[in-house]
């Protein structure tokens, strides 16, 4: 994720505001200890439903302190089938969402995470289930107890017009945003409930092949690659896309509308998909040009490319930022300057292969995109990473000294700390064990958990196991005390 204009200023005041309005409800969410995540099927009681649970009830929640309601428990996905269709004129989205799903505790009652929609049918296996609604929790019973570590398949049926998170603190809105002549699907942190019911977490990965259906003329684009050409009947075309590799549920896309498309293969040889707008047709060549650049160079910084192709999209809607969907980074209203586009990019490996385990840990993904930024800078003949550095050190007076990166907030996921801060303490990281063993650290830290979930910790203590150093007070002081580190 990267705002287009980063408006610093704003955003930290806004921070410093949402960080004191959210601390009460904070400290009633957040379980006793906090250090580690409830096991699923142990964490609260479902929110008002006033049954007791038992053993086989999954939570309603995956165990993230930060969001304790996204994600769910008692489950594992493997596997997502997204067959749907779309009518802009009528912004009505219908179809069915197929998970295959393997039970980690025995399974009487589970829920899936859904925002709005009216469900028709729900079924496990070849059986009808019984399901309610519970705000965003789709609550389902099992037809037969579902016996721990054995597989299942839940089917869902559904039809509506989409309603997408408005107005939230730093990011407008997101999930499915109809468009006059498609849609805008972006949906970090929680937003694939309001397109498809999931297990709408990170921390839960799975495969997705996507049957997406279309007025005839329109184009849908989802993640991976495209299965075959597009079939036109009845005025409609259905284009069918899959993503082979692990995806957490917020970089699902089906991005649809009026589009011109590139597509190629990188010098590196990867498989490169670009699509404009027919609004920023102009940018089409320059999209496709950068992104098979800046692909190929990652590779030789970041270690090899963790997926089958890359891309990116440039829509109309006027998001103001762009998100890493995985192989398709879409800019929601803008020309991407390259910049923009190797922090996307360097996400590939950052957040959508490596993903955070929790919310919290963001400063993974986005210090990461950061520095990634400022070493394209540095590649392309700009400012230096070094110099990038010293200019955020030297301003004394910006909030992200008061405002620490290490523990991503609420309602302020993508405060400017995050990002800047983040990217510095790479900087200081790099700085202390010396540019051999950073590279080193970097690209095992991208092998090693390829396709993964990762914490802070687990990145600390593969930093001092590369680098042979005890680094905890670096990392203190960058990422959690809330005033500025001193240079050693
Ligand atoms: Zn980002």
């Not at 404009?276 to 160079?297: C, F, G, S």
């Not at 006027?318 to 990019?345: C, M, R, V, W």
């Amino acid at each position: 994720m990267m705002a287009a204009r980063r408006l610093t200023t704003t955003f930290a005041a806004l921070a410093l505001i949402s960080v004191i309005g959210c601390a009460p409800s904070e400290g009633a969410v957040t379980g006793p200890g906090g250090g580690s995540t409830s096991a699923p099927g142990h964490a609260a009681a479902s929110p008002g439903s006033g049954v007791d649970r038992s053993d086989t009830v999954g939570a309603p929640g995956i165990g993230d302190p930060t969001f304790p309601l996204d994600g769910n428990g008692g489950y594992d996905v493997g596997h997502y089938t997204l067959k749907l269709s779309y009518d802009p004129a009528s912004k009505m989205l219908a179809g069915s969402t197929s998970i295959q799903a393997k039970a980690v505790q025995d399974l009487s009652r589970f829920d899936l995470d859904l925002h709005g929609f009216t469900v028709s049918r729900v079924t496990v296996g070849n059986s009808d289930a019984t399901f309610t609604r519970d705000g965003d929790e789709l609550v389902v019973t099992a037809p037969k107890m579902i016996a721990k570590d054995a597989p299942f398949t839940v089917t869902v049926d559904y039809s509506g017009v989409p309603d997408p998170v408005r107005n939230s603190s730093n990011l407008g809105s997101y999930g499915f945003i109809p468009t006059p002549d498609g849609a805008f699907v972006t949906a970090e942190p929680d937003g694939a409930k309001t397109w498809f019911p999931s297990n709408d977490h990170p921390s839960d990965k799975a495969t997705y092949d996507f049957e997406i259906t279309v007025p005839a003329g329109l184009t849908a684009i989802a993640n991976g690659e495209q299965v075959g050409e597009p079939t036109t009947s009845g005025g409609k075309t259905t284009f069918v896309w899959r993503e082979k590799h692990p995806m957490a549920s917020y970089l699902a896309t089906m991005t649809t509308g009026k589009f011109d498309v590139r597509t190629g293969t990188s010098p590196g040889g990867i498989p490169v998909y670009a699509a404009t707008d027919p609004k920023y047709r102009n940018t089409l060549d320059l999209l496709y040009t950068k992104t098979a650049q800046i692909t190929d160079y990652w590779t030789t910084v970041f270690g090899p490319y963790p997926f089958s192709s890359t891309g990116g999209v440039v829509d109309a809607y006027e998001a103001g930022y762009a998100l890493e969907n995985q192989t398709k980074p879409i800019y929601g209203g803008f020309a991407p300057d390259s910049g923009i586009i190797a922090h996307e990019l360097a996400h590939q490996w950052f957040g959508d292969s490596l993903s955070i385990k929790r919310w919290q840990d963001l400063w993974l993904n986005e210090g990461f995109a950061s520095y990634a930024e400022w070493l394209w800078s540095e590649h392309s003949g700009g400012s230096t990473a070094d110099q990038m550095f010293q200019k955020s050190y030297a301003d004394t007076a910006n909030a992200m000294w008061s405002y620490p990166p290490g523990k991503a907030q609420r309602d302020d996921l993508f405060n400017d700390s995050v990002y800047t801060r983040g990217a510095m303490t790479l900087h200081a990281l790099r700085k202390e064990i010396g540019d051999d063993a950073f590279f080193t650290l970097i690209k095992k830290w991208a092998a090693t958990y390829k396709y993964g979930n990762v914490t802070t910790d687990e990145f600390i203590a593969m930093a001092e196991k590369t680098s042979g150093k005890k680094l905890g007070p670096l990392f203190d002081a960058w990422l959690f005390q809330p005033t500025r580190p001193a240079l050693g």
